[in-house]
């Protein structure tokens, strides 16, 4: 809603005022919208304030020859007075609608979901063709193998610590981890099928699959279009998958392929691990590595090696750990999270 606007004070204030070279130049009332575009569009503030003062001035004598036309004139009259307080509220600091600068990224509420249908034999909004596949880390990345033993831990007590932590963790027993299927949408917790899937993504990205060209294939996996981006792009740890081959193993010729992310300083690959293999990470480092060391070591470690290893992971890890629990009822140690 548009404020009244004090006509006689606005006239008295900006009496006197100097016209600008530039607005002396500029024609008379057939081109007042102009006017003020030229001025509103001046860097220089002193510059630009003047300038609206002026188209301000010829807006009022406009308008004031308009009042006394008659009624085949008050169409002008109409767009006469609007130019007039458009001025006025650009020289007050207002901003319309229409020139408010967008933030990067703002979504249109008029924008309309695309589908996937949408996409099938177009050129994909990305193109393929132009894209530079960004090279990826080049430091050491592991997959951690089937732990049985720790200095004093045997077999029997690192499969227990095994049992208690899964039925902490997920609530299930060791027996059922291999066809325990989480959420899809579940970003930390995957089944060593879904990561076949992801591999399977991201190794056809560039060249597409299954029959489909890769602007197809990525409309069939739209999800992945931020998975995809450069870690670059400053989106998270969402961002940068990326697949590294892994040293093949002692009478092997080649080594598997993992799925990685990128650390948090975007400077090394980091191994998406699947469920099944989250405790034999956490035990090579906390029981193996750092001697049953809190939660902040852990965590530091476990983050610059792996993609899907949270907090919530480590803790129930800590909870479960019979040594760690040993020492707390003997009082060697208040608390595993430090």
């Not at 030229?38 to 003047?50: F, G, H, L, P, T």
């Not at 004139?73 to 901003?95: D, F, H, S, V």
């Not at 249908?117 to 090279?135: F, Q, T």
């Not at 990561?195 to 399977?200: A, F, K, R, S, V």
Request: glycine share 6%; net charge negative.
């Amino acid at each position: 809603m548009t404020e009244h606007l004090d006509e006689s004070a606005i006239a008295e204030a900006v009496a006197g005022v100097d016209i600008p070279e530039t607005c002396a130049e500029m024609p008379g009332d057939d081109s007042l919208d102009n006017l003020i575009n030229s001025a509103s569009s001046m860097e220089e503030s002193a510059a630009r304030d003047k300038a609206l003062v002026a188209a301000l001035r010829k807006c009022k004598d406009a308008l004031d020859q308009a009042q006394g036309d008659n009624n085949e004139a008050e169409t002008r009259r109409a767009e006469i007075k609007n130019l007039y307080n458009r001025c006025a509220q650009l020289l007050a600091g207002y901003t319309p609608i229409e020139m408010r600068h967008k933030p990067q990224g703002a979504i249109s509420p008029y924008a309309k979901r695309a589908k996937t249908a949408d996409y099938v034999g177009e050129e994909m909004p990305y193109g393929v063709a132009e894209e530079e596949i960004p090279p990826p880390p080049e430091n050491e990345v592991m997959w951690p193998g089937y732990q049985t033993q720790a200095e004093n831990m045997d077999t029997a007590a690192v499969e227990g610590h095994r049992e208690a932590f899964y039925q902490k963790l997920l609530k299930i027993s060791v027996a059922e981890i291999e066809s325990y299927q989480p959420k899809p949408t579940n970003a930390n917790l995957k089944s060593k099928a879904q990561l076949t899937e992801w591999i399977h993504i991201a190794r056809h990205w560039y060249t597409g699959a299954d029959g489909m060209d890769a602007a197809t294939f990525r409309a069939k996996h739209k999800t992945w279009y931020s998975r995809m981006k450069p870690v670059t792009y400053k989106l998270g740890r969402k961002t940068g998958i990326h697949l590294r081959s892994l040293p093949p193993k002692e009478g092997e010729v080649e080594g598997g392929t993992v799925l990685c992310g990128y650390s948090k300083d975007g400077a090394k690959s980091v191994v998406y691990v699947d469920i099944g293999s989250i405790f034999d990470a956490l035990f090579q480092i906390h029981s193996m590595e750092l001697g049953h060391r809190g939660r902040d070591a852990v965590k530091t470690l476990a983050d610059e090696r792996y993609a899907n290893i949270p907090d919530a992971q480590v803790r129930a890890f800590l909870d479960t750990c019979p040594i760690c629990n040993s020492r707390r009822s003997s009082g060697v140690m208040k608390s595993n999270y430090n």
